[in-house]
């Protein structure tokens, strides 16, 4: 499989990055030297494989469903662009 | 005093316990230091009044008979890891500005064992890289040095600077992290040891995430023993990590020097690659008959599915840092870029704080993980992981105790010499050492030799899960027999 200039759009903005219309040509290039790479995994047989979801056996822990932290408002938004009584402040979302 | 920075970590604890050299002086050596070699921009932050504050305080506690474990021993920590107060960027222009209010555990546990922070290191942009070469602050130059070229090299990446920083005496060891090899291929490069441990064998908690499935903090070090000193301090359990393995953690100091006799040691056949310089498998059938005269039998193994195991690792790894990196959104911390709505306001913040190769992960793993693709891809791929993961189960279930193979295709390379047309140059320098990511092992790389342009080697020796005590047995018999390897200093 590899990527057109549409298709190269619709994934940055899937990612919310903006790409300027003179980089896609190089982009899709570079994305479709890495698919292209990737796609000898369709000649392994994975009939019946089960996919791994943990890099080592172990069992999720539990923990007691208790306040454990909290009360540092004012640590979370100190490296904040924008804030304003301990909340991010962001453009206009709804008009 | 250039000889306090040229101790190995174990010959400093002895030198403070003694009462040789204090933590200050040993500090205050380091600092100079760190200043005569700003050239290799292995530091992208020094911390000299902290440091200053840790020593005076392990000075205290050495006069008092308090001596933690690495009490007074200045080190160095990768910007991937939070430290509270003291800037942590991941080498990225979207954190450029980031300064943590908490610690990450690893980092807290050395302090609670009375490390000394010398400052952080240079790294590949959020670690993603293989040369150093992506990082926001420019890249880091190797303090090797091919015989009779002045020609700048790389340290190798993700871990960089660390790995400059330990080989070239800037500190006496320090933190990595390696998601595909970003610990073991620069040790290798810069002739140091350098360890990856097991998958939850230390804690991720703040550290900058980038694959979740594949990180793990380890430590870089001059020697097998200084490596086992450090990771007894980084290891162990955290209840903010969910996946850290709630198992003690052992006296991995002990193990150095244990005895390797009827030691079984696999030696995988897939792993001689087309190309493969001479020198490389040189030294490889060099690595067997040292472990061989040390007792152990080297024995022929297989792992089939190890040629997918780079194309696996580029969808799992970019899949995993899209969604990690989600969250630099522009709102909460780092950089932010002013849009018309908050949508534009994300797009140009991303596109403005993160560099080409960032950018391009994103985009990939986004792409393998959209609608439509995800069973191709990622399914597929985390399949394919599990074959991978087979083999070595296979293996060690056969006996074999642990596996010898080269860390790296092939000595440090140029800057810029590599991955400028196609970035698939650059991620074949993992060949070797993703495999151990993708099936969360240990993996140890030691030097071993140099080239015939001078230029260290590594051999990689792979565990079996939380089994990084045979490996640094291993990696002594390897150390005691190929000596250690340090560069001339040109800086």
Redesign the interface.
């Known amino acids: 499989?590899s990527?057109d200039a549409a298709?190269?759009r619709r994934?940055?903005?899937?990612?919310?990055?903006?790409?300027a219309d003179d980089e896609i040509e190089h982009?899709q290039n570079?994305?479709n030297?890495?698919?292209a790479?990737?796609?000898?995994?369709?000649e392994?047989d994975?009939e019946g494989?089960?996919?791994?979801?943990?890099?080592?056996p172990?069992r999720?822990?539990w923990?007691d469903d208790v306040v454990t932290d909290g009360d540092?408002a004012a640590?979370?938004?100190?490296?904040?662009?924008?804030s304003a009584d301990n909340f991010?402040l962001?453009?206009?979302?709804v008009e | 005093m250039t000889e306090l920075t040229s101790f190995t970590l174990a010959e400093a604890r002895d030198a403070l316990a003694k009462k040789r050299c204090s933590a200050v002086e040993l500090a205050e050596a380091h600092l100079a230091a760190m200043e005569q070699a700003r050239a290799l921009n292995a530091y992208v932050l020094e911390t000299p009044e902290r440091a200053r504050a840790m020593a005076q305080e392990a000075d205290a506690r050495i006069a008092r008979g308090e001596a933690r474990p690495l009490e007074g021993i200045p080190l160095a920590v990768k910007d991937m890891f939070c430290t509270a107060g003291v800037r942590t960027t991941a080498c990225s222009h979207i954190l450029h500005n980031f300064v943590p209010t908490y610690e990450s555990t690893v980092t807290a546990q050395l302090w609670r064992d009375g490390a000394v922070l010398l400052g952080k290191t240079n790294n590949d942009e959020f670690a993603m890289g293989s040369s150093n070469e992506t990082s926001y602050f420019g890249p880091v130059i190797s303090p090797w040095r091919r015989k009779g070229s002045n020609a700048d090299l790389v340290p190798g990446g993700s871990s960089g600077g660390s790995a400059a920083a330990v080989a070239a005496n800037l500190c006496l060891g320090a933190t990595g992290t390696d998601t595909g090899g970003s610990i073991r291929q620069p040790a290798a490069f810069t002739g140091i040891v350098g360890l990856k441990p097991t998958y939850g064998r230390c804690s991720r908690w703040g550290i900058v995430a980038f694959a979740s499935s594949l990180d793990q903090a380890g430590p870089f070090a001059r020697t097998v023993r200084d490596a086992a000193i450090l990771l007894r301090s980084m290891a162990g359990h955290d209840p903010k990590d969910a996946t850290s393995a709630d198992l003690p953690v052992p006296d991995y100091e002990a193990a150095v020097g244990r005895s390797v006799k009827g030691l079984r040691i696999g030696v995988p056949k897939e792993y001689r690659v087309d190309g493969m310089p001479a020198e490389i498998e040189a030294l490889w059938e060099q690595g067997k008959a040292w472990l061989k005269q040390a007792g152990a039998e080297i024995v022929e193994v297989s792992l089939p599915h190890t040629k997918y195991a780079l194309p696996t690792y580029y969808i799992v790894n970019p899949a995993e840092a899209s969604s990690n990196l989600a969250r630099y959104d522009g709102v909460r911390y780092g950089l932010r870029v002013d849009g018309r709505d908050v949508t534009e306001m994300y797009e140009k913040t991303r596109a403005a704080g993160f560099g080409r190769e960032v950018r391009r992960r994103v985009l990939i793993g986004t792409y393998v993980l959209s609608a439509g693709y995800y069973d191709a891809y990622y399914l597929r791929a985390q399949k394919v992981r599990t074959l991978i993961k087979r083999d070595f189960e296979a293996c060690f279930s056969a006996g074999v105790d642990a596996i010898l193979t080269p860390t790296t295709p092939s000595a440090a390379f140029g800057l810029g010499e590599k991955g400028g047309a196609d970035p698939v140059e650059m991620y074949l320098n993992d060949v070797f050492t993703v495999t151990v990511n993708m099936a969360g092992l240990p993996g140890l790389s030691v030097p071993a030799g140099l080239d015939a342009q001078g230029l260290p080697l590594g051999l990689q020796l792979i565990g079996r899960p939380f089994d990084e005590e045979t490996l640094f047995a291993l990696g002594q018999v390897i150390e005691d027999a190929a000596g250690r390897f340090a560069p001339a200093r040109w800086w």
């Open positions: 499989m990527v298709t190269v994934i940055a903005h899937l990612a919310r990055i903006a790409v982009l570079e994305l030297a890495i698919l790479f990737v796609e000898q995994l369709a392994v994975v494989v089960e996919p791994m979801t943990s890099a080592t172990m999720m822990k923990r540092i640590d979370i938004v100190r490296n904040a662009p924008a991010f962001v453009p206009k979302v």
